[in-house]
């Protein structure tokens, strides 16, 4: 899996939307999937996502594993305290945000279809 597929499959939402889950079990509906950010920074910029009973609007990270989050050192560069919404193939830990709070993470691996899975995997 390549990070950009990922990118692809949030951009494009080609994912089982139904009942959204958080990886600590909040609701999330997604309004908009955010513009797809070219330069450094987020990967999604101005996305609009609702977890729970609140409407948040700002930016979304994507990494293949969750763990890449602290490996790029994301939690000490400015450009990442606006995240909304953490997306990730494979979640294998809580990450937190620049102020020490878990960051709300979506994990897409089991939401995607067997067949693009096998493709996206080769």
């Not at 979304?60 to 990442?80: C, G, Q, R, T």
């Not at 809580?94 to 709300?104: A, T």
Request: aromatic share 10%; hydrophobic share 30%; glycine share 4%.
């Amino acid at each position: 899996m390549k990070e950009e597929i990922l990118q692809y499959i949030w951009k494009f939402q080609y994912y089982n939307n139904n009942e959204l889950q958080c990886t600590n079990g909040d609701s999330i509906l997604v309004i908009h999937p955010g513009t797809q950010n070219s330069n450094q920074g987020p990967d999604f910029k101005e996305a609009r996502i609702k977890i729970n009973d609140t409407l948040w609007a700002g930016n979304v990270e994507l990494h293949i594993n969750s763990s890449h989050w602290n490996l790029h050192n994301h939690s000490a560069d400015n450009n990442y305290n606006n995240i909304i919404l953490h997306i990730v193939w494979n979640h294998g830990e809580e990450i937190k945000d620049v102020n020490g709070n878990n960051l709300p993470t979506l994990e897409l691996q089991s939401r995607v279809s067997n067949y693009c899975s096998k493709s996206i995997n080769n």
